[in-house]
């Protein structure tokens, strides 16, 4: 059975502070995708990674990705109030996507 | 360019009836997507239309069908509604073709309520 899993899954940090978002799935998948879910709407594309080793940048956000170790991080630098907000990987083995458990992120001032 | 458009953006059913959720993928993609994405977990792949025809399905029972139209919209249709089929549904709309064609964009929802 495949299996997305992400750790943890409720994360409450402090404005200015750094943490990480770990994701950890069962099969091996080309691509690894990163999104981002505001209550009640619907999901925000953040990164596409696309090989082993690739590590992308956007902002206070940096995901990177490890195919041998089948992991993918999401790594939040100075938290700020903007970020609060549910964050999803998934893969696509077999061209369909699979998501993740979600990560509810609430930054506090 | 249009984005991915939904409707309705919310509806509520009783248990046992019908409902139809579409979708109008944005300009220029060939491929759409459905998700179920109950309260407080991840989205769930149901079913996935290329062309017309379906490309892919998940885990769900066949009273979940759809359509895809020659414009490429989309329907997903949902017979004998049960209680746990309340939840956000989505659809995703990306294209398929040569080169990269790993992106996809999601619409911003129809919320379904079953009483």
């Known amino acids: 059975e495949l299996k997305v899993e992400q750790n943890p899954l409720f994360l409450s940090m402090q404005e200015g502070k750094n943490y990480t978002i770990y994701c950890n799935y069962s099969t091996t998948s080309d691509r690894l995708y990163w999104y981002r879910q505001d209550p009640g709407k619907s999901l925000e594309s953040l990164f596409v990674l696309l090989s082993n080793g690739a590590v992308k940048q956007e902002g206070r956000l940096m995901a990177s990705l490890d195919t041998k170790a089948r992991l993918s991080t999401l790594h939040i630098t100075a938290a700020v109030h903007d970020l609060s907000a549910t964050y999803f990987c998934?893969?696509?083995?077999?061209?369909?996507?699979?998501f993740g458990t979600g990560t509810s992120l609430t930054v506090i001032p | 360019e249009t984005g991915v458009t939904q409707s309705p953006t919310h509806l509520i059913k009783t248990r046992g009836q019908q409902v139809t959720l579409r979708c109008s993928s944005q300009s220029g993609h060939n491929t759409v997507s459905w998700y179920q994405q109950a309260l407080g977990q991840g989205p769930q792949f149901i079913f996935q239309y290329y062309r017309e025809e379906e490309n892919g399905r998940g885990n769900f029972p066949p009273r979940f069908s759809g359509l895809q139209f020659p414009n490429y919209s989309s329907e997903l249709n949902v017979n004998a509604l049960e209680l746990d089929d309340s939840a956000l549904y989505l659809c995703?709309?990306?294209?398929?073709?040569?080169?990269?064609?790993?992106?996809?964009?999601f619409g911003p929802g129809t919320r379904l309520t079953v009483t």
């Open positions: 995703a709309s990306s294209h398929k073709g040569t080169g990269n064609s790993y992106e996809q964009y």
């Open positions: 998934a893969v696509t083995p077999y061209n369909q996507f699979y």
